[in-house]
């Protein structure tokens, strides 16, 4: 981990390193893309037979029948997972139900006008595929994260993915009543519920975060079949001025030990509290390789040289996750996947119990949207009605518009509506 500081002799280095963070994404996608693309088109062309040769090469899973998991093997991994632990999980899976819940658009209709009611419909997509990673660590919590709003959506048909799934991931599928669970992982899984086997029918939409090859096989679907984002490895960025270095510094190794490859950064203006969360991260990551290597290679301290400078760096950089001070700062807040405010919000608490959803953007991408929420499993249909009043109000303005786009059919549709208003409200005179 290192300081780079914005003002003096190394601020030109500073400026250079900060403008090359805004810029990360999804190269690194483009290293295993040239693989990816043949395990998807093999799996696209040759169904079950290509898709289980993939799962026998990578997972070392033998035929059709090993693949899915049965309702009774989720039921018995319910039942031997410790009472703590199901109490846990229905914990989180209440939180994230509640927030879901709040978060679903609702459908309206309303006047806009004489003889003109407008609104819209919210339904539910109707199938999705939930990408449930199991490398390094065992992640019941991106199951829940993720079917638990698409329940909350309504949509029809939950199907979740997950090459080797711990005990408590088929617990929470139990909890919460999964039907489709299939032994499979990697972009040979992505392909397989983007375009269907003789087995796995088609989704409409894949959700959750995986690694490179997960990645570059959503971003190779995505024309084919909805994505919700393409999820890099984590990212925390803490802004501070006020903190305590060594909770500031345990906040950066927990995130970092995700992924070698995870980004972690402190900005803040005071030099003393930047020196103290440098030796706390030295400290704290020694027993913890995976952090200690992140921190390695992406750990940097931001001295900036204002506060609203620390800000606009902070906006700049988008990160998946962000740590305040305090309330107040959530007005300079614009990109950010997730805030934390306060020396007590942990964000390993928004990774599992809070609420809000912990499948995030990253690689700049909060500058254009948030965490995964019940909106990615629904869609918006617009509905208008007009009786003869409105059509007599607004037409005559529409073909207007319509000439002048020299659209002469649009304008001809307008016209004809007109002239049965006029008459109908001559014979009513």
């Not at 963070?21 to 690194?28: D, K, Q, V």
């Not at 995964?372 to 005559?396: C, H, W």
Request: aromatic share 4%; glycine share 8%.
């Amino acid at each position: 981990m290192k300081i780079i500081r914005t003002k003096g002799r190394g601020a030109r280095q500073a400026a250079e390193i900060i403008s090359a963070l805004e810029r990360r994404g999804s190269a690194a996608l483009d290293a295993v893309l040239p693989a990816v693309k043949r395990i998807v088109a093999d799996v696209r062309k040759g169904g079950d037979r290509a898709l289980l040769r993939y799962a026998k090469r990578f997972d070392g899973i033998s035929g059709a029948d090993a693949i899915r998991f049965s309702r009774e093997e989720m039921a018995s991994a319910w039942k031997s997972t410790d009472p703590d632990i199901q109490s846990a999980l229905s914990t989180a899976a209440d939180q994230i139900r509640k927030f879901a819940s709040r978060q679903m658009p609702h459908s309206w209709t309303e006047s806009a006008g004489p003889g003109l009611a407008t609104g819209q419909l919210v339904r539910s997509i109707r199938s999705v595929g939930c990408y449930v990673p199991s490398g390094r660590h065992p992640l019941p919590s991106t199951l829940l994260m993720t079917a638990i709003p698409a329940q909350v959506a309504g949509v029809e048909r939950i199907v979740v993915v997950s090459p080797k799934p711990a005990k408590e991931t088929l617990a929470a599928a139990h909890l919460l009543g999964i039907q489709e669970f299939y032994r499979l992982g990697g972009a040979q899984a992505i392909a397989a519920l983007a375009y269907g086997t003789e087995t796995i029918s088609h989704v409409d939409k894949i959700v959750g975060p995986g690694n490179l090859y997960v990645t570059a096989a959503k971003r190779l679907v995505a024309f084919d079949c909805a994505i919700d984002m393409l999820a890099g490895p984590t990212e925390i960025v803490v802004t501070s001025v006020r903190g305590k270095a060594g909770e500031i510094a345990s906040e950066l190794v927990a995130q970092a030990e995700h992924d070698p490859e995870a980004l972690a950064i402190f900005i803040t203006t005071r030099e003393k509290l930047a020196q103290y969360v440098l030796v706390e991260c030295k400290v704290r990551s020694q027993t913890n390789p995976i952090a200690r290597e992140a921190l390695r290679r992406n750990g940097i301290i931001v001295l900036a040289a204002s506060v609203d400078e620390a800000r606009s760096i902070t906006n700049r950089l988008a990160p998946e996750h962000l740590t305040i001070d305090a309330p107040e700062d959530l007005d300079w807040v614009q990109n950010a996947g997730s805030v934390f405010v306060g020396r007590w919000s942990a964000q390993p608490m928004g990774d599992y119990i809070s609420g809000p959803n912990h499948t995030l953007p990253t690689g700049g991408m909060a500058r254009v949207r948030g965490g995964l929420s019940v909106n990615d499993f629904v869609k918006l249909i617009t509905v208008q009605e007009y009786e003869a009043e409105g059509m007599r109000d607004l037409g005559p303005s529409a073909v207007l518009l319509a000439e002048a786009e020299g659209l002469t059919g649009h304008a001809e549709a307008i016209r004809v509506r007109l002239k049965a208003s006029s008459r109908g409200r001559r014979l009513n005179a």
